[in-house]
RNA sequence: CGGGGCGUAGCGCAGCUUGGUUAGCGCGCCUGCCUUGGGAGCAGGAGGUCCCCGGUUCAAAUCCGGGCGCCCCGACCA
């Protein structure tokens, strides 16, 4: 292709509302252009890159056997009320009303369309298994986009859905999904992990994720430098060390601690660490309200608080007020009557300082024994320096691009949707479903935070938007563009007539990892290579060109 | 939803505090000349609902009120 007829824009400056490296770089190199916000165009350069990317996902999503179908975006709310997802998915579903007033979501994944669908046509265990995916737009409305394309309302996904007779069919689709994926981020370039993490709104036994360590990422895990051991902060488990946390206080004694009310405040109050607090959290759950314990540096995993109580939700101002009779900020465990869970660290302290039900007061030299009925748990988040589970070094918290997500559903649908078939009894049983989902667009997104500044780029070969770059300084590249082209390159020719450092700096924001320059060595029929991902460059022969290229690629 | 910032030419910004010619600058764009190994030079030119609505005023980009949009941090979410 002649660069003058490519519809890109390369601009000199970033735009002032861009902040991650990706967010810049798609900007200043004419790949995306926003609509609105979280609503991007792919403009020609990127969208031949999600097209790369695509292809390598349907190449290995087929090798598994998957089958390609296309699901609707406009889908009936009845779908949605079926499974419980309609109030489910919140304010993050589109939602929009046809002129007989009937009402449809934009669909932000597919399970329910997939169940729809399922339990038309699979009648008999004969029937399974079976992996259908689609590779399609996803609406979700999202409360705040962010980093150019990683976070966005409108977005391609490649999602599948497998369907099994049995539990064990399932660990196969499952398994099967896992390598495959494994297969598709390596052959985009992408260096990642896969991590233990949890389902969400998605519902299901388990799940993993594939990510990509970046700073720009937003979801966090927690990560043993030693041992590569890697899980979603959200799941991650925290290891007990039994650590003593001890002020030397005779007796338990009320103190006045006028308008103190967060940890920051009492400790600078009292002049101690936030270790030494207990801090008291009140959740309210479809049974009762529950008093939640923590240290004052610890934070509560709403996550695995969800695994012991039923919907938990922190409670109001009002309600801890209605309940307890004081406002949050003096809330404590002495003496109250309600359930009162805490996070195993609050076992091995003594002396604490936690809230006295009292305004303004706050009780000094508190022992785990006047507290009744504390039940301990792991209810909080691992944080900097805990204990790595697998080999016992200390774990780091690092951010991280989830660019895959597999996960285990189970019947959580076909119970739901009705979704049963026959077995080889005669019996009716559940379809067993697992659902898969990868964002093209955040692969894309996440090769340039790896790879990229906000000025350059190199695409890894396999996404690149182009083979070879032909950077015509001379201006005489016609024989050389000929050639290539007929050896079965895809070449982008740049023959505008622009100065070499317009050339040059655009070819930088392209990153195509391949350049023949036609420049100061044409005259004696000798053109310069540059192999980007080697760092290496060469003066060559034009006869020796392809046969170059070719070992090079 | 809480906190902060921004909205003036395609892009990046100044002007607004203290209201007053024809609203500026850089980049980009168009024409011509020139230049060709790292965003060149000279000359000429086009391009604006100053986010929107209302108010104050002889006069509003500028002051006041309301609204909308976008970005960032947090909450939330795959």
Redesign the pocket.
């Known amino acids: 292709m002649r660069q003058s007829k490519l519809f890109i824009?390369?601009?000199?400056?970033?735009?002032?509302?861009?902040?991650?490296k990706s967010?810049k770089l798609l900007i200043?190199g004419g790949y995306v252009k926003?609509i609105?916000?979280?609503?991007y165009t792919y403009l020609p350069l990127g969208w031949k890159i999600v097209k790369k990317i695509i292809n390598i996902i349907r190449e290995e999503m087929d090798a598994i056997g998957g089958q390609e179908i296309l699901m609707p975006s406009l889908t009936p709310a009845s779908l949605w009320e079926e499974s419980g997802r309609w109030e489910g998915f919140?304010d993050?579903m589109f939602r929009l009303t046809d002129r007989k007033g009937r009402r449809y979501a934009l669909a932000?994944?597919h399970e329910e369309v997939i169940s729809e669908i399922a339990r038309t046509f699979v009648r008999s265990y004969k029937d399974l298994p079976q992996i259908w995916y689609q590779i399609q737009t996803?609406f979700?409305d999202?409360?705040?986009?962010?980093?150019?394309i990683l976070?966005?309302?409108e977005?391609i996904?490649k999602d599948s859905y497998s369907l099994d007779a049995s539990w064990d069919g399932l660990d196969e689709s499952y398994a099967l999904h896992r390598e495959a994926y494994k297969r598709i981020f390596s052959r985009c370039g992408l260096k990642f992990l896969v991590v233990k993490?949890?389902?969400?709104?998605?519902g299901g036994k388990e799940?993993e994720?594939f990510m990509v360590l970046s700073e720009a990422g937003?979801?966090k895990l927690a990560y043993c430098d030693n041992c590569k051991w890697a899980a979603n902060v959200e799941v991650a488990p925290v290891v007990d060390r039994g650590e003593r946390i001890e002020l030397k206080y005779e007796n338990s004694e009320m103190v006045f601690t006028p308008n103190v009310k967060t940890v920051e405040e009492v400790c600078a109050f009292l002049g101690i660490e936030p270790k030494y607090l207990v801090k008291s959290l009140i959740y309210i759950t479809d049974e009762e309200p529950v008093m939640v314990l923590l240290r004052g540096d610890h934070e509560v995993n709403?996550?695995k608080l969800a695994s012991i109580l039923k919907n938990p939700r922190?409670a109001t101002y009002d309600e801890v007020l209605d309940l307890l009779g004081v406002e949050p900020g003096f809330v404590g465990p002495v003496g109250v009557k309600i359930r009162k869970i805490a996070d195993n660290s609050v076992k091995y302290m003594k002396g604490f300082v936690t809230g006295a039900n009292k305004k303004d007061h706050h009780l000094i030299g508190v022992s785990l024994d006047e507290i009744e009925d504390v039940e301990f748990y792991d209810i909080r988040s691992v944080s900097e320096g805990d204990m790595c589970p697998n080999c016992g070094e200390s774990l780091s918290i690092r951010n991280a691009i989830?660019v895959g997500?597999i996960?285990k559903l189970g019947t959580r649908y076909s119970e739901s949707m009705g979704v049963y078939f026959t077995d080889r009894e005669g019996d009716q049983r559940p379809v067993i479903m697992g659902s898969y989902?990868i964002?093209p667009g955040?692969i894309m997104a996440s090769a340039i935070e790896l790879y990229g500044t906000e000025?350059?780029m190199v695409w890894p070969r396999s996404i690149s938007p182009f083979d070879v770059h032909i950077?015509d300084?001379?201006?005489d590249g016609d024989e050389i563009y000929e050639m290539l082209q007929n050896a079965g390159f895809d070449i982008l020719w740049d023959e505008r007539?622009?100065?070499?450092?317009?050339?040059?700096?655009?070819?930088?924001?392209l990153g195509i990892p391949l350049r023949v320059?036609?420049?100061?060595?044409?005259k004696e029929g000798k053109?310069?290579v540059?192999d980007l991902w080697k760092g290496e460059?060469r003066?060559l022969n034009k006869g020796n060109l392809i046969n170059y290229l070719k070992e090079n690629s």
Do not use: C, Y
């Open positions: 824009k390369t601009r000199r400056e970033t735009p002032s509302d861009a902040e991650t967010h200043r926003q609105t916000s979280g609503v919140g993050d932000p994944t996803k979700r999202e409360p705040r986009p962010r980093g150019g976070r966005v309302r977005f996904m993490a949890s389902t969400g709104v998605m799940s994720e937003e979801d709403e996550t922190m989830e997500h996960f989902g964002g955040r000025n350059s950077i300084i001379a201006m007539q622009e100065s070499p450092g317009v050339k040059f700096n655009d070819a930088d924001l320059i036609v420049g100061k060595h044409w053109v310069e540059q460059s003066i």
